[in-house]
T-cell receptor
Framework: GAVVSQHPSRVICKSGTSVKIECRSL??????MFWYRQFPKQSLMLMAT?????????EQGVEKDKFLINHASLTLSTLTVTSAHPEDSSFYIC?????????????FGEGSRLTVL | EDQVTQSPEALRLQEGESSSLNCSYT??????LFWYRQDPGKGPEFLFT???AGEEKEKERLKATLTKKESFLHITAPKPEDSATYLC??????????FGAGTQVVVTP
């Protein structure tokens, strides 16, 4: 089956530093990838939709300059948390769409747990 | 306003005790409804996609059904390994993802 790889799975950083998380679709090309944030015992919160070759579409309330998304190729999207602070600590998950919105399937990465000290 | 509501929030079952999870929705045109399971600290794992009312899909002890207003995920004779949070979400006519809050299922031996 299709696999989406997310790296790193865990990262601990100091406040003020930037952290990059990668999301790769390993065996299919994904023109659309999604980034989510998940707080403990809560559902996924969509942060942004990443389209290959164009600017990401951010959900209301998500800071574009804080969460930089780059979808440089059909198999890779990156999320960079800039100048991270403790409140950015969370579980970040990506998903990649294989196919189209109305018939495609979403495959999720395993998630990246960010802890900002 | 488009909404996806999952119920119950949490469900505790004895092994072998069948039950159903509900995902009700109000959206402007349903393109696809997805069921996923998520284990703690992991990404969601795909279970089913349903596209039209009347559609049913099965996988081992799980069966998903869809009507024009809601979807059910039936768990037949659950085992402890079925313990997880089950997520329902869908894409509407604009291609926008709408999420339910999930149902946390615990199956005890």
């Amino acid at each position: 089956g299709a696999v989406v790889s997310q790296h790193p799975s865990r990262v601990i950083c100091k406040s003020g530093t930037s952290v990059k998380i990668e999301c790769r679709s390993l065996d299919f090309q994904a023109t659309t990838m999604f980034w989510y944030r998940q707080f403990p015992k809560q559902s996924l919160m969509l942060m942004a939709t990443s389209n290959e070759g164009s600017k990401a579409t951010y959900e209301q309330g998500v800071e574009k300059d804080k969460f930089l998304i780059n979808h440089a190729s059909l198999t890779l999207s990156t999320l960079t948390v800039t100048s991270a602070h403790p409140e950015d600590s969370s579980f970040y998950i990506c998903s990649a769409l294989r196919g189209y919105h109305d018939t495609g399937e979403l495959f999720f990465g395993e998630g990246s747990r960010l802890t900002v000290l | 306003e488009d909404q996806v509501t999952q119920s119950p929030e949490a469900l505790r079952l004895q092994e072998g005790e069948s039950s159903s999870l509900n995902c009700s929705y109000t959206v402007s045109g349903l393109r696809g409804l997805f069921w996923y399971r998520q284990d703690p600290g992991k990404g969601p794992e795909f279970l089913f996609t349903l596209y039209s009312a009347g559609e049913e899909k099965e996988k081992e002890r799980l069966k998903a059904t869809l009507t024009k207003k809601e979807s059910f995920l039936h768990i037949t004779a659950p085992k402890p390994e079925d313990s997880a949070t089950y997520l329902c979400f869908l894409t509407d006519s604009w291609g926008k993802l709408q999420f339910g809050a999930g149902t946390q299922v615990v199956v005890t031996p």
